[in-house]
């Protein structure tokens, strides 16, 4: 009998580093698989449609939402953002260890359809701390920033809903941590 795999949630403010931390565990752990979101925000440039999402125009993705065909999904800044189903629950039938990489309505949603999923919440140091790391990246326009800085402020009052928290002072010391919480070997 085969048995299941595991299922870990990633969810944290916009610019506190969950991507690096997500590439890290995919370059460093084969077998874990990260779940390819679909989105109705436009494409940053360098993004490419299938691996770091797959970009539909709101009326497709509301007719996913219809056919119920999103394990989760939310609005997050002006923008819908939803996990596939089918192929999550396929993977993890199979024994895979999939990984999502969502926000704090989502991981709700998951809490609810997969209580046993290991939930992180990856917080900032400090605000101020965030808040340069959102302008750094560049990838935003003003409007979009503070509306992202309105939203983390929410989402770090949440934080202690989760599993387990983890500072992302450090990308190495954080990195190290999460590997420990979902139980990767090295
Ligand atoms: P971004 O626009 O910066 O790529 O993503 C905005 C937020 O949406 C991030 O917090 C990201 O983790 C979250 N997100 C990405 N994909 C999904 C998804 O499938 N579902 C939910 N609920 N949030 C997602």
Known sequence: MSSLG?????????????GTIVRKILESHTDVWLSISATTRQPR????????????????????????GFLEWAS?????????????????????????????????????SFPKALQI??????FSELEKRIRG???????????????ANKELIAKKEFDAVVINEDIEKAFKEIEGLMGLKN
């Open 137 to 151: 990246r560049g990838t935003e326009t003003e409007e979009a920033i503070r509306d992202r800085l309105a939203i």
């Open 121 to 126: 919440f990856l917080a900032p140091p400090n």
């Open 45 to 68: 440039s360098g993004e490419i449609e299938g691996k770091h999402y797959f970009f539909l125009e709101k009326k497709n993705f509301q007719e996913i939402i219809d056919k119920e």
């Open 6 to 18: 595991n299922l870990t949630v990633i969810t944290g403010p916009s610019g506190v580093g969950k």
């Open 76 to 112: 997050f800044s002006n923008n819908f953002y939803g996990t596939p189903k089918k192929i999550v629950q396929e993977k993890i039938e199979k024994g895979t260890n999939v990984l999502l990489e969502i926000e704090l309505e989502g991981a709700r949603q998951i809490r609810k």
